[in-house]
T-cell receptor, first 114, second 114 residues
Framework: DAKTTQPPSMDCAEGRAANLPCNHS???????VYWYRQIHSQGPQYIIH???NNETNEMASLIITEDRKSSTLILPHATLRDTAVYYC???????????????FGQGTTLQVKP | NAGVTQTPKFQVLKTGQSMTLQCAQD?????MYWYRQDPGMGLRLIYY???????DKGEVPNGYNVSRLNKREFSLRLESAAPSQTSVYFC?????????????FGPGTRLTVT
């Protein structure tokens, strides 16, 4: 599985956009980029995922570079409730041989400040 | 629509005791998973069930057993609890096993073994 690299921590002002980077330089063609977050003591929460194209949903936008070696998660208007650990995960799609497991690294702790 | 529910929320066991952690989902998902999260660490897959009637080992299965009771329910059993099994246990489900399908997590069970 491709390895991801994220900054350990970031700050963001409330109401501003939070841009969380992720490096996955060894990603291969059939691997998806996933983002989850974990608010203190809660279960991980799915945010967004993509393969090649940029994606947007009601929570966030995912920007994947053309070479797919890095991506950025954008929370357009961060609130205090967005304070959490954000995990960037690369998942291979190998069909029936895929356990489906998610490999969580250390993630980025995002602190949204008033 | 409750999503993924887990019981109990908290449990304290003595070494050697047994217990079963319960998980249920109401999203009609085919695949279900059990993870554990140790303090300051990412999640690790214990067991998974790709579909009703099947179960397979993840990366840390020793000391655990699972049962996929029906499509909704997936239980995790500790036959003889050990202090090394002190952890937070998360159940997750997804529509399918492949990387295209996002996983949804329950709130977790916090287990302490003394």
């Amino acid at each position: 599985d491709a390895k991801t690299t994220q900054p350990p921590s970031m700050d963001c002002a409330e109401g501003r956009a939070a841009n969380l980077p992720c490096n996955h330089s060894t990603i291969s063609g059939n691997e998806y980029v996933y983002w989850y977050r974990q608010i203190h003591s809660q279960g991980p929460q799915y945010i967004i995922h993509g393969l090649k194209n940029n994606e947007t949903n009601e929570m966030a936008s995912l920007i994947i570079t053309e070479d797919r070696k890095s991506s950025t998660l954008i929370l357009p208007h961060a609130t205090l409730r967005d304070t959490a650990v954000y995990y960037c995960i690369v998942r291979p799609d190998t069909g029936s041989s895929n356990t489906g497991k998610l490999i969580f690294g250390q993630g980025t702790t995002l602190q949204v400040k008033p | 629509n409750a999503g993924v529910t887990q019981t109990p929320k908290f449990q304290v066991l003595k070494t050697g005791q047994s217990m079963t952690l319960q998980c249920a989902q109401d999203m009609n998902h085919n695949s279900m998973y059990w993870y554990r999260q140790d303090p300051g660490m990412g999640l690790r897959l214990i067991y998974y069930s790709a579909s009703e009637g099947t179960t397979d080992k993840g990366e840390v299965p020793n000391g655990y057993n699972v049962s996929r009771l029906n499509k909704r329910e997936f239980s995790l059993r500790l036959e003889s609890a050990a202090p090394s099994q002190t952890s937070v246990y998360f159940c997750a489900s997804s529509e399918g096993q492949g990387a295209y399908y996002e996983q949804y997590f329950g709130p977790g069970t916090r287990l302490t073994v003394t």
